[in-house]
């Protein structure tokens, strides 16, 4: 018989996480297989344009995509958006502003 290891104790299962931006949270898709995209895309030391989109349209579910257009924010101030949930994700930024 085939050996089986329950490994779900060793799992996390938590909700997505969000950014705080103007008192709004902005929900983040932290799934492993669009994570694993995300860092693929941003993976050059000097991702271009094309790749900053299609990481935001992965990364922000149509929620959140709607709550950041309506903060009409200039090119940018969204680079580091995408930029701060890669690092929200990846566990690369700092806690400063964490509730």
Avoid at 14 to 23: A, D, Q, R, S, Y
Avoid at 43 to 60: A, C
Avoid at 69 to 94: H, M, P, R, Y
């Amino acid at each position: 018989m085939a050996r089986v290891i329950d490994i779900t104790d060793k799992l996390t299962f938590e909700g997505n996480p969000m950014l705080l931006i103007k008192g709004k949270k902005l929900e983040v898709n932290a799934d492993a297989p669009t994570m694993l995209k995300v860092m693929g895309l941003m993976g050059s030391d000097d991702p271009g344009v094309s790749e900053i989109l299609k990481t935001y349209d992965m990364m922000f579910p149509e929620k959140s995509k709607k709550e950041i257009e309506k903060l009409a924010l200039n090119f940018s101030d969204l680079i580091v958006v995408v930029q701060e949930a890669v690092g929200l994700i990846t566990g690369e930024n700092n806690s400063q502003g964490e509730q």
